[in-house]
């Protein structure tokens, strides 16, 4: 799945199509609802059932953008999402992002009992996130990420014999008529998601930086990042992929902030041709 060359775009312009996975109170629906409400140009989210689903939109044209979640406080980073931006040949850009907490709910059958459970089924992040409270509240169940959504999840959970539990929203579990075992089974976990486009838009003034690169273990990305705190910019987190082609050497995904301008950035950044940006926007 690789883009084309992005195409100009009226970036001013409003009620703009937004991307997410699954459907109606899935986690990552409240979170491009998140976003809709922060950001003015979009307008409209439309609903793909898978991730590949989603890119494959945003590369055809169908949605303006893509809102996938990058990171979270407990499941860490996204490994999928973070490849798409930090490989060499990406030309996907990250235009926004937005927090949102997931407040994981165990849902099941309607009459069944949680001591009936014996396996328990969601999405990546929902179940990563929950993973110590299902092993330490239901010790003797299985557990599986689904490749889908947490709407499949529940529906699964709806169609089964009461043996079956998903982690969703509690408005999942109130929109399927399921019951709620448990409520916060993630431990107060929060994602952090994107907008990403194929799109290069950068803002004059950003406080929100991403950055991209392959670098070694000669010291460039120590001198890299020197340079954007001098163009006004600290790191904030990195995320670090092994190329498999060179020990110590690593695709990187940097999150900086602080206050500045993109000239400043674009010049801190001229030196180093395996970098790229990748990201420059207000939050």
Partial sequence: MQPG??????????????GSLGGAHTFGDQASKNMLRERPEFGEIVYYQT???????????EVFAACPP???SRAGYLP???????APDSR????????????????????ARITDIRHVIGHTGSVTQSRPW??????????EIIHTNSRVAARTVLEGDGSVASVGTPEMGRDFGLTEFARDIDGGSVGNYWAVTREKIFDDAPTRLVVAGRFGDDGRLSALIVALAGAGYTLATVCTMPTGEALFEYDYVLRLRGAGTLQAVQAALAPYPSARLAGAFVR
């Avoid at 999928?80 to 930090?86: E, F």
């Fill in 92 to 111: 996907f850009y990250v235009i926004a992002e937005t927090t949102h907490a997931y407040h994981c709910s165990l849902l099941g059958k309607p009459g």
């Fill in 80 to 86: 999928n999402q973070q490849a798409l931006i930090g």
């Fill in 51 to 61: 991730v590949e689903e989603l890119y494959d939109a945003v590369l055809r044209g």
């Fill in 70 to 72: 990058e990171q979270g």
């Fill in 5 to 18: 060359p992005p195409e100009e775009t009226d970036v001013k312009k409003t009620g703009l199509k937004l």
């Fill in 134 to 143: 299902i092993e330490a509240n239901l010790p003797d169940a299985t557990i």
